[in-house]
């Protein structure tokens, strides 16, 4: 069973259960699950299709728009094609194209990437720090008001998901930022000079990041 729509065919796959109601269901596949009782008919299913065929419309709609969505997305300040292959065993970026396993785990994949971009530019911009700090330990995770956060207890120095959209250089400077702040836990005129000493064009930078 088909249902045409702007002249394609998506599959209508019928699950027939105990539940009480029926439900209609546009999938990342793009099929149209109708899950219903198993004693509805088939006629009754086409009946229920046509009375419901402007909302599967809209279904099948948003989830183009999504899939659509996901083709292009920015990475390191690049726009990249987002390519979902079944073989692929890690999140890899190459010639302007991001595989990945599955599509529908693009933020753990994402995340994956950044954390091991992520780790290795912190070493090195850990390496070259002349002052007596602790290695710390690197955590991603989404934050909708900062780009990074130092914690002395715990060691760590959280980077914000969001940064790997952007070019690596915003990476570095947050790095250097979060970094300072295990020498001067505040925004002095000690820190900033701190910052400056290795990311000589923060002020650029920041300016860049707030516009």
């Known amino acids: 069973m088909y249902l045409e729509f702007n002249n394609n ?4 796959v019928i699950e027939r259960k105990n539940n009480k109601n029926t439900y209609i269901r546009v999938k990342e596949d793009l099929k149209i699950y109708i899950t219903t009782n198993r004693f509805v008919s088939d006629k009754q299913i086409q009946q ?3 009375k419901n065929k402007e909302v599967i419309r809209k279904m099948i709609n948003k989830r183009l728009k999504k899939e659509e969505d996901n083709k292009k997305f920015m990475i390191l300040g690049k726009e990249v094609n987002i390519i979902a292959m079944s073989s692929q065993k890690e999140p890899e970026l190459y010639n302007d194209k991001f595989y ?3 599509i529908s785990n693009l933020d753990k994949y994402l995340k994956e990437y950044a954390y091991n971009l992520f780790k290795e530019r912190l070493d090195n911009i850990y390496k070259e720090f ?5 290695s710390p ?3 991603i995770r989404k934050m909708t008001s900062r780009w990074g956060v130092c914690n002395k207890k715990s060691n760590t120095v959280t980077l914000n998901l969001e940064l790997i959209k952007k070019d690596i250089k915003y990476a570095d400077y947050v790095i250097v930022h979060e970094l300072c702040h295990f020498v ?3 925004h002095s005129k000690d820190f900033w ?3 400056s000493k290795y ?4 002020k650029e930078i920041r300016k860049e990041m707030r516009d």
């Open 184 to 186: 001067y836990f505040n």
């Open 193 to 195: 000079k701190l910052v």
């Open 48 to 50: 229920l299709i046509i």
């Open 199 to 202: 990311y000589p064009n923060y």
């Open 100 to 102: 990945i396993k599955n």
């Open 137 to 139: 330990e690197l955590k």
């Open 130 to 134: 002349k002052e007596r700090i602790p």
């Open 9 to 12: 065919k998506y599959e209508i």
